[in-house]
């Protein structure tokens, strides 16, 4: 058991010290999510009520779209220069190097989301309970994100256009978690309360924590052949 | 365990597009023995390395590691065997000290820092641990990659090429490298274009089988 807590450690601060070093590419997408979401006030015309209507959504939106962005970036580099062959390979289980990628995805991609969030929904009038539903929903939906989006990454390897491809094969997948997530917020404001949607984000990261480390492992193995 | 420690191929077919690359192969390889895969480009030298590896499924046919499928065995024989492609696995915005001590410890190993830093010296690359791998040379980035030789246990190396772009001084340490490790009854499997001479020095007791794959 350690051994694993060790595995996941090492690939999480290996892909965490890439990052740090490759930082053009995380601000590339934390801009990309702010300006996206800054747009559509200038957009849709500063009326108040408007704005809020559709605050949640749009950053949700925004959010599930930033992560598309960096999700090509999960597998290709290593698959171009040999580390991920050699991940294949290692008396670990891959499901928990692939657990260390998504993690390590997710701190960098989805973490930074959820920060900002607030500042950005500011933006759309929310209120503070709004504020928090909002990020507390994004705190949840945004790991399904990472870790449904490996599957998908680690499908369209090497497979030329893979980017396009891999977000028609995830966003699907993640209308779910963009309902309930953009929904905990409206529901919170209209006084009905997130309790519902909240959970049902939890069960979705539950879910995923546990399927898609196996799935994505599978689909390496059949990416790499 | 020891005397189990047999790779075993049988029968094994490759197919790649809708190319038969080879059929029928069938070797052993047993403690202390070099098996050198030789063929012109395109043959499936790779191929057969890296469905030894178990990163390819072979069409037909099987690979034993002591009698047992390495498809039951998974973790078990990679625990056992270290696979060095012609991709080297170096990141290129990690230090090569970095870039060694992550995959000698997703392998499995506990090497020291000490013992990394001192890996690298035996490639001759004392002084540079820190720098990052994409200022280092082609040849020293493959030394980097030959380093985990040094500090890895396993028994069995399936190594593609593994003196391309070395150096005079390089081969003779990698040649030290494997002779040393069939000397402990270790096991390599290893596809070379370099002269035969390379391999004699490695191992004169003419323990070196060869194969022959044709395109």
Redesign the interface.
């Known amino acids: 058991m350690s051994?694993l807590v060790?595995?996941l450690r090492?690939?999480v601060m290996?892909d965490l010290?890439?990052a740090m070093?490759?930082r053009a590419d995380v601000l590339a997408t934390l801009f990309f999510f702010v300006i996206v979401v800054s747009l559509f006030p200038l957009g849709v015309g500063p009326e108040m009520a408007t704005l809020r209507i559709i605050g949640p959504g749009v950053v949700w939106v925004a959010a599930l779209l930033a992560s598309m962005l960096a999700l090509e970036r999960m597998f290709a580099a290593d698959y171009?220069?040999?580390?991920l062959?050699?991940?294949?390979?290692?008396?670990?289980?891959l499901a928990v190097?692939v657990l260390g990628k998504a993690l390590a995805h997710w701190l960098v991609s989805g973490l930074p989301l959820v920060l900002m969030a607030p500042l950005l929904g500011i933006q759309y009038g929310l209120p503070a309970q709004g504020l928090w539903i909002l990020m507390l929903s994004l705190l949840l939906g945004t790991p399904v994100l990472s870790l449904v989006g490996a599957i998908g990454a680690a499908l369209t390897l090497g497979v030329r256009g893979g980017g396009v491809l891999v977000s028609l094969l995830v966003l699907p997948l993640t209308i779910p978690v963009l309902i309930f997530g953009a929904g905990a917020v409206d529901a919170s404001l209209s006084g009905l309360g997130a309790q519902a949607h909240l959970s049902l984000l939890g069960a979705f990261l539950l879910g995923a924590l546990i399927l898609a480390p196996w799935a994505t492992s599978a689909a390496l193995r059949i990416s790499?052949? | 365990m020891a005397n189990t420690a047999v790779l075993d191929v049988s029968n094994l077919e490759c197919v790649r597009g809708d190319r038969r690359l080879f059929a029928g192969i069938s070797f052993s390889v047993k403690p202390g023995e070099l098996l050198h895969v030789q063929g012109p480009n395109g043959s499936g030298k790779t191929s057969l390395l890296r469905m030894i590896?178990?990163?390819?499924?072979p069409v037909q046919g099987d690979i034993f590691w002591g009698g047992e499928s390495i498809r039951g065995l998974r973790?078990?024989y990679?625990?056992e065997?270290t696979?060095l492609?012609h991709?080297?696995?170096?990141?290129?915005?990690?230090t090569a000290l970095?870039n060694l001590d992550?995959?000698s410890?997703?392998?499995?190993g506990d090497a020291t820092e000490d013992a990394v830093v001192a890996a690298l010296g035996q490639m001759g690359l004392a002084g540079r641990e820190d720098l990052?791998a994409k200022v280092l040379s082609q040849g020293q980035k493959r030394r980097v990659a030959l380093a985990r030789l040094v500090l890895c246990r396993t028994r069995l190396w399936i190594l593609d090429e593994p003196f391309t772009a070395l150096d005079v001084a390089a081969i003779a340490v990698v040649q030290a490298l494997l002779s040393q490790h069939l000397h402990n009854g270790g096991m390599i499997i290893l596809t070379t274009h370099q002269d035969l001479g390379v391999l004699s020095e490695v191992s004169p007791a003419g323990a070196v089988q060869r194969l022959q794959l044709n395109s």
Do not use: H, N, W
């Not at chain 1, 171009?80 to 580390?83: A, K, Q, S, V």
């Not at chain 2, 590896?53 to 499924?57: E, I, Q």
């Open positions: 051994s060790a595995t090492c690939v290996r010290t890439l070093r490759r171009g220069d040999g580390t062959e050699q991940m294949l390979i290692t008396p670990q289980p190097l790499m052949e | 590896c178990g990163l390819v499924l973790e078990d990679f625990k065997m696979y492609g991709l080297s696995g170096i990141k290129e915005d990690l970095e992550i995959l410890r997703l392998a499995g990052p």
